[in-house]
């Protein structure tokens, strides 16, 4: 199968067009640095070459001219003193010619012209100099003066233009830099504009690559998928352009059959929906009726129910006030059977509305002191404690939101049950406590009675549900299922702790108040950054006291506040005995 550049993948063109563009730049790189380095190279003539050998070209001919100085000051007045000049003239002179020397670096023109004016100099000494300084020196300053001819300074004057042509020739190889410094500097600004039109161009065919390439595919692609998104499910979305764009467009074109696919079955959902939806308000409108009925059935059990239910149990109760001891045992045995049986069925009728009042008739949610209710369940509780020489603690508990007259009826179900299944012969002791559990507050009824096996923790919160004979523990069986949904309808949940070792531990939370996990919180912050334990009111049990106005009965009751090391009062205590 034969491929042509329409089936290239888009990353393949644009790789084939960066490397184009990369190829050609890095050549411009390339020949910009030979041409960079030739232009340093000319500079660097200029500067650390011709320049310095023009200087030194000055000194060399002002060391010749003070040579001749010299020699004509000699001859003119026989001072030895006036050949030092000569002999630093001629030190000089053999310094710069071999520092110049040092600079020719091959520039063979420079090089005959430093010669000459070497040669010219040998000559000018060895001709005029020398004899000068030795006619002098022996027939003193007329036999010097005398040597001193227009020939001699003919001579000098040849020395002077040799050292002038060497400026010229230094003068010349500095323009010939110069004139090739520009050349390669144009060179330079001519292959910069050529990279930058390169980038251009470059940039411009990408530009117009992509367009083509990729936002006239991806703008087609985009109004397709808008026809789709507008409701035009059965659309068939084409791609065109690189293969990635035509396998993204078969990609989008299978989603979009899933959904159409996945939309028929959504109204064939919505249609049964639809029906299951008729039919269940179908049911909630008979849910309704029949929860008018059961109020209604409520009224009459709260009303006419009970009515011959009184006037059932008092016949019987006044038969059994009468006739007691009058008629035989079995007749006075019915009598007690009918009292009984009439008494429990008021009770189980009562337990019943309380049960199915829960949540249906609410007084709204306030903030209640748990404190101020356990005063008011030993209160209600209190023949019960007498009865059974009972002990009711309980340690500091917190405020929540709820109703406080079911809150009351929750905690005094849990004390009356503790003393109800209380052990023979063993003083019930109940204490009720609280600890906060992240946003919950966790409340414990602890007893020391005959405890609850595991396998019936669970059962024990089931209306009607009993462990005994209500011959050996009297009850309806519908306290705790009470207990249960009062604690569901505050947002809680109830347990039985099977890890007590002794008697039976009744655990249910509460949501806390946002104040409280924040003071939590907080404390508990404070105690990570200190490292010790953070001071303030514990969170947990047997905190502070409830409050001191607690309901007890007069005389039957007695209260012991204890203070604790903090400075705060500690445990209640209701003791009855």
Known sequence: MRFGIH?????????????????????????AAAVAAQNRNQIDAILNKTGPLR?????????LLEQETAVRGYAGSGDRGDLASYDDGLKQERERIASMRALLDGDRAIADELDRVEARAAQWRETVAVPVIAATNEGGPDAGQAL????????????????????????????RNAVEVRRSSNELAVLLVVAAAVVAIAGLALVLSLDRMVIRPLTDLATQVREVAEGDYQHRIAGSGPPEFVHLSDDVDAMRRKIAKDLDEVREARERIEWVNSQLQKQAEELTRSNRDLEQFAYVASHDLQEPLRKVASFCQLLQRRYAGQLDERADQYIAFAVDGAQRM???????????????????????DLNKVMGDVAGQTEAARQYADAELTWGELPVIRGEEPLLTNLLANLVSNSIKFRRPDVPPKVHVSARLVGDEWEISCQDNGIGIEPEFADKIFVIFQRLHAKDAYPGTGIGLAIVKKIAEYHGGHVWVDTGTEEGTAIRFTLPALPEDVEAAARETEATAQDGTPATGEPTGTDGQTADADAATAPGSAERTDVVSEGGRTGGMRETVG
């Open 7 to 31: 089936d290239w993948t888009l990353r393949r063109r644009v790789a084939l067009l960066l490397a184009l563009v990369t190829l050609i730049l890095v050549g411009l790189a390339g020949t």
């Open 55 to 63: 200087v030194q070209g000055q000194e060399l001919l002002s060391a």
């Open 148 to 175: 001193v001819t227009d020939e001699a300074r003919q001579q000098f004057d040849q020395v002077r233009g040799a050292a002038d042509g060497l400026q010229r020739e230094i003068l010349a190889a500095r323009e």
């Open 346 to 368: 008021q009770r189980l009728i009562n337990d019943l509305l309380a049960f199915s009042r829960i949540g249906r008739l609410t007084t709204g949610f306030t903030e209640v």
